[in-house]
């Protein structure tokens, strides 16, 4: 009988983007903790801050790469978990792409936020 937890598995993108995220994450983390926390009176922005906050191009960049980032990071980190449990190539497949439409999803959410909360005010 084949156990497919048994099976052998190269580490593959996945594992590659997962660790590269990993690291981006605690380098763009730390930004977002100083920008939105450390440097600001009483340690926390007001709406209207965080609007003018956000007029800044570059900081937009920096917040849509957090973003990116972490929601790449957790859906390799799902995928990987739900892979563990040793499914089909077509399961895994299938997976890979639902989570990709929920990332993307995630993502463009996030992206709409951004751009309603730049325009408001």
Same mark, same amino acid.
């Given at each position: 009988?084949?156990?497919?937890?048994?099976?052998?598995? %190269?580490?593959?993108?996945?594992?590659?983007?997962?660790?590269?995220?990993?690291?981006?994450?605690?380098?763009?983390? %730390?930004?977002?903790?100083?920008?939105?926390? @450390?440097?600001?009176?009483?340690?926390?922005?007001? @709406?209207?801050?965080?609007?003018?906050?956000?007029?800044?191009p570059?900081?937009?960049?920096?917040?849509?790469?957090?973003?990116?980032?972490?929601?790449?990071? %957790?859906?390799?980190?799902?995928?990987?978990?739900? @892979?563990? @449990?040793?499914?089909?190539?077509?399961?895994?497949?299938?997976? *890979?792409?639902?989570?990709?439409?929920i990332?993307?999803? *995630?993502?463009?959410?996030?992206?709409?936020? *951004?751009?309603?909360?730049t325009?408001?005010?």
């Amino acid at each position: 009988m084949d156990n497919q937890f048994d099976r052998p598995r %190269a580490p593959g993108w996945g594992w590659f983007w997962q660790a590269l995220s990993g690291v981006g994450l605690v380098v763009l983390l %730390a930004l977002h903790m100083i920008a939105h926390h @450390f440097v600001v009176p009483e340690g926390l922005r007001s @709406f209207r801050e965080v609007v003018d906050y956000l007029r800044n191009p570059l900081i937009v960049v920096l917040e849509v790469l957090f973003l990116v980032t972490v929601t790449s990071h %957790a859906v390799l980190g799902v995928r990987a978990i739900i @892979f563990d @449990f040793g499914l089909s190539e077509r399961a895994e497949k299938r997976v *890979t792409q639902i989570l990709t439409l929920i990332g993307v999803l *995630t993502v463009g959410y996030g992206l709409w936020l *951004t751009w309603t909360i730049t325009q408001s005010i």
